[in-house]
């Protein structure tokens, strides 16, 4: 029950951290738009059952497969989707590591 918690609180967190550090003079903005970023989590909405704490997000949900990782990449070094491409990275990043703590590698 403490990953799913721990993997919510890490969709704010890792964000925040990184526009802390990396925007800092506009961190507010940054932190909103990389964390607004969950919304890619609408992709769920097409699985049956919606949620199942131990399904692998990477690979399995259209938004969240291995052919759009790399728009997402490709986002961020553009400035004008920058914020929300590094949010989708992000957002990739720790459904991966979270997939890789169901799998017990953590």
Known sequence: MIRPIIHMLLHFLVPGAVAAFGFRERWQRAWLVMSATIVVDVDHLLASPLYDPNRCSIGFHPLHSYYILPLYVLMCFFPKTR????????????????????????
């Open 83 to 106: 914020l929300v491409g590094l949010g989708l990275v992000i957002h990739m990043a720790l459904d991966f590591i979270d997939c890789l703590w169901m799998k017990g590698v953590f």
